[in-house]
C-alpha cells in the first residue's frame, strides 16, 4: 500500500510540475526575455513583448515596450525576427540608452499605408539623442510611401529614419524602401557609418533622397546601393568631413552637394570626397546646386573614379539652382564655391552638355580642376560638349569634351 501511495504522489508531483511549468514559461519568457544571450551580449525579441508580426496587427505598443527594455541595457540587441512583418506607428525613440544598442532588422518593420496615421509626425523611425547606436541587419524597413507620393507637397519632408542629435550612429546591410520623401536622414550628427545599406524607390516618386546629410560631420557611406525618384545622395547646409565610397546610384538624380542658400540662407560646406562610385540612367551625375541670394561657401570636394552610364547632365555646378513653380529672382550675393576636383570620370553623357559649369556673376567659380574626363554620347552620332559660364580653373591630362574653364 505504502508503495502504491508514494507512486501516487510522485505522479500528482508530475503532474503539478508539468502544469506549473506551462502557465509559467509564457511569463518568464517575456520578463526575462532580456536573459537570452547572442555573443555575451542580451537579447531582447519582439514577440516577447507582444507582438504578432502578421503584417496587420498594429505591434507599436510591444515595439516601445522592447525599446525601453533594451535601452536600459549595456550592448542590448533589440532584435526583429526574420520572416515575420511588423506594422509599426510613426515614433519616436529617445535616447541616451546605454552604449552599444543595436537594432537588428531581420524580418520586415512596415509603416502604415495611411497618411493620416503619421498625424503630426514627419519621420516614421525618429532616433534622437543615440550614442554608439547600430541599427543592421539584412530585413526591410518598408515605408509604404505611395499614398504620399499621390499627393505630395514640397513644404514638409516626411522621412523614414532618421536619426538627429546622435553620434558613433552605424547603419548597416538594412534595406529601406518607397518612402514618403528622404529615406535615411542625418541631422546634427557626428561620426556616422553607413555600410552596404540598399535604398530603393520608384524613378517617378517625388523627393525621395536616398540618403541626406544636414549638420553632420565625419560621415562615411560606403558599398551601398541607391536608386530612388531624387537625389541618391545629397549633402546639406553644415556638413564636413564626409566620404562616399563605392556607391551604385540608379535611377534618381545622381550625387549631390545641396541645395544651398536656400532662401537667401547661408551654407558652409566643405571637405566632401566620393571616390568609385557608379552612377547609371540618372538625370544628373555630379552635381554642386545653389540658390541665387544664400551667402556662405562649398569648398574642397573631390569627385573621383567615378563611371556614368546613359547619364543626363554628368557633371554639373549650378548657382541658379531654381526648384520653384515660380521664377526666381535675380540676387547678386551667392554662396561661393571654389577648390572643386572632378578627376577620372569616365562613361556616357544622354545630354550633348556633358559638362556644364554655370556660376554666378557676382560671385564665381574658381579653382576648379577637370583631370582625365572622357564622357561620349550614349548614342552615335553626336558630339559631347562643355558649357562655362563664370567658371575659373585648370584642366590636367586628357579631358573630353574639351574644357571651357577660363
Given at each position: 500500500m505504502g508503495k502504491l501511495l508514494l507512486g501516487a504522489y510522485l505522479l500528482l508531483f508530475f503532474l503539478l510540475d508539468s502544469i506549473a511549468a506551462v502557465l509559467v514559461r509564457p511569463f518568464v519568457e517575456g520578463s526575462l526575455a532580456e536573459d537570452r544571450r547572442h555573443d555575451g551580449r542580451r537579447v531582447f525579441n519582439l514577440e516577447s513583448y507582444g507582438a504578432i508580426g502578421d503584417g496587420v496587427s498594429d505591434d507599436t505598443k510591444a515595439f516601445l515596450h522592447a525599446w525601453k527594455a533594451a535601452c536600459s541595457v549595456e550592448s542590448a540587441i533589440l532584435r526583429v525576427t526574420s520572416n515575420k512583418t511588423f506594422l509599426i506607428r510613426p515614433k519616436t525613440f529617445e535616447g541616451p540608452c546605454k552604449p552599444n544598442l543595436s537594432l537588428r532588422v531581420d524580418g520586415t518593420l512596415i509603416a502604415p499605408e495611411d497618411p493620416r496615421q503619421w498625424k503630426t509626425a514627419n519621420s516614421w523611425l525618429r532616433f534622437t539623442n543615440q550614442k554608439n547606436f547600430t541599427l543592421g541587419g539584412q530585413g526591410t524597413l518598408q515605408a509604404r510611401g505611395r499614398r504620399w507620393w499621390e499627393t505630395s507637397c514640397s513644404s514638409v519632408n516626411h522621412k523614414a529614419v532618421c536619426f538627429e542629435e546622435s553620434k558613433h550612429i552605424k547603419v548597416k546591410g538594412v534595406k529601406i524602401v518607397n518612402s514618403p520623401h528622404f529615406h535615411l536622414h542625418f541631422l546634427h550628427c557626428n561620426y556616422v557609418n553607413v555600410i552596404s545599406v540598399r535604398i530603393k524607390a520608384p524613378s517617378h516618386s517625388p523627393q525621395t533622397d536616398g540618403i541626406h546629410l544636414e549638420h553632420t560631420m565625419h560621415a562615411r557611406i560606403k558599398d551601398s546601393v541607391i536608386g530612388v525618384g531624387d537625389d541618391c545622395i545629397s549633402v546639406g547646409h553644415g556638413s564636413y568631413n564626409v566620404t562616399i565610397v563605392g556607391l551604385t546610384c540608379g535611377p534618381g538624380h545622381g550625387i549631390s552637394v545641396g541645395s544651398l542658400g536656400k532662401g537667401n540662407s547661408g551654407a558652409q560646406v566643405h571637405t566632401i570626397m566620393v571616390h568609385g562610385a557608379r552612377i547609371n540612367g540618372t538625370n544628373n551625375g555630379l552635381r554642386i546646386?545653389?540658390?541665387?541670394?544664400?551667402?556662405?561657401?562649398?569648398?574642397?570636394?573631390?569627385?573621383?573614379?567615378?563611371?556614368?552610364?546613359?547619364?543626363?547632365?554628368?557633371?554639373?555646378?549650378?548657382?541658379?539652382?531654381?526648384?520653384?513653380?515660380?521664377?526666381?529672382?535675380?540676387?547678386?550675393?551667392?554662396?561661393?564655391?571654389?577648390?572643386?576636383?572632378?578627376?577620372?570620370?569616365?562613361?556616357?553623357?544622354?545630354?550633348?552638355?556633358?559638362?556644364?559649369?554655370?556660376?554666378?556673376?557676382?560671385?564665381?567659380?574658381?579653382?576648379?580642376?577637370?583631370?582625365?574626363?572622357?564622357?561620349?554620347?550614349?548614342?552615335?552620332?553626336?558630339?559631347?560638349?562643355?558649357?562655362?559660364?563664370?567658371?575659373?580653373?585648370?584642366?590636367?591630362?586628357?579631358?573630353?569634351?574639351?574644357?571651357?574653364?577660363?
Open positions: 546646386k545653389t540658390w541665387q541670394g544664400g551667402y556662405g561657401w562649398a569648398r574642397n570636394i573631390i569627385f573621383r573614379n567615378i563611371e556614368m552610364i546613359d547619364v543626363s547632365n554628368p557633371i554639373v555646378i549650378d548657382q541658379y539652382y531654381c526648384d520653384s513653380p515660380e521664377p526666381c529672382p535675380n540676387r547678386t550675393s551667392a554662396v561661393e564655391i571654389s577648390d572643386i576636383i572632378f578627376k577620372d570620370i569616365v562613361g556616357t553623357s544622354r545630354t550633348d552638355v556633358a559638362v556644364r559649369l554655370v556660376c554666378s556673376s557676382h560671385v564665381p567659380c574658381k579653382r576648379i580642376l577637370l583631370s582625365s574626363i572622357s564622357l561620349k554620347p550614349s548614342h552615335g552620332g553626336r558630339i559631347a560638349s562643355s558649357y562655362c559660364h563664370n567658371a575659373h580653373g585648370q584642366t590636367e591630362g586628357a579631358v573630353d569634351p574639351p574644357s571651357c574653364l577660363s
